[in-house]
């Protein structure tokens, strides 16, 4: 216990420090993060919608997929990725493996399906008059898309921070597509595990307390802007 107590101290003095090698580790994390999320809700809310409002046959398979893969393991997605990748894969020549580029391809895999599987939810949740009364005054398929996505914006919201806070906490798609290289794909994830090895637990506790302040951040940020707009 006093092991814990004195790290934790230990940790806040460090942040209080602005130290440089923390602060390039919260960079790339939300650099690589940032990038993955908003690559995953423009792809994933589309197909989202695409799957709540198609009529094809299929469709409650697509879905259950989806709801899935929301359980996909990320040393999964890791190794999909390096298949491709690496110096024997398809994608080989790209040099791409252990680059940041990597991480974000993984990442994104990642979490499509999260963005994509709340997405319909969301959509679905939405009363069907406000579609039939789009149409009914002459809107087209676009157009009634964008009535029901306002009404489904906070729930499409949720669907992307819920995405983010996944991504900027794995651990295996950043290691093994990474390479935890010091100060270019170091992330805080892969940075605590590898204090942890080296028994060194104060950048790994400051950087777990920097990664909990992001997560509520970002949540309470989207309550608050809930909250004011429903007001």
Do not use: C
Not at 30 to 59: D, E, K, M, N
Not at 180 to 187: C, S, Y
Not at 204 to 225: R, S
């Amino acid at each position: 216990m006093d092991l814990l107590i004195d790290s934790f101290w230990s940790a806040l003095l460090l942040l209080a420090s602005a130290d440089e090698e923390l602060l390039k580790i919260v960079k790339v994390s939300l650099t690589v993060s940032g990038f993955s999320t908003l690559i995953a809700a423009v792809t994933g809310v589309p197909l989202g919608f695409w799957v709540a409002f198609g009529r094809f046959r299929g469709q409650g398979m697509v879905t259950t997929i989806l709801h899935t893969l929301l359980a996909l393991p990320t040393v999964v997605v890791g190794l999909f990725v390096y298949a491709f990748i690496s110096r024997r894969g398809i994608l080989g020549p790209l040099d791409l493996l252990y680059s940041q580029q990597a991480m974000i391809i993984g990442q994104s895999i990642l979490i499509i399906p999260v963005v994509a599987a709340f997405t319909i939810t969301a959509v679905k949740k939405v009363d069907k008059r406000y579609s039939q009364t789009a149409m009914t005054l002459g809107a087209n398929r676009f157009q009634t898309a964008m009535v029901v996505a306002m009404e489904a914006r906070y729930g499409i919201m949720a669907a992307i921070t819920a995405a983010f806070g996944r991504v900027i906490a794995e651990v295996g798609v950043s290691m093994m597509l990474g390479g935890n290289i010091k100060g270019f794909t170091r992330t805080m994830t892969t940075a605590m595990a590898l204090e942890y090895d080296k028994g060194e637990f104060i950048l790994a506790v400051a950087l777990g307390l920097v990664l909990l302040t992001i997560a509520f951040g970002l949540n309470f940020a989207l309550n608050l802007f809930q909250s004011r707009v429903r007001a």
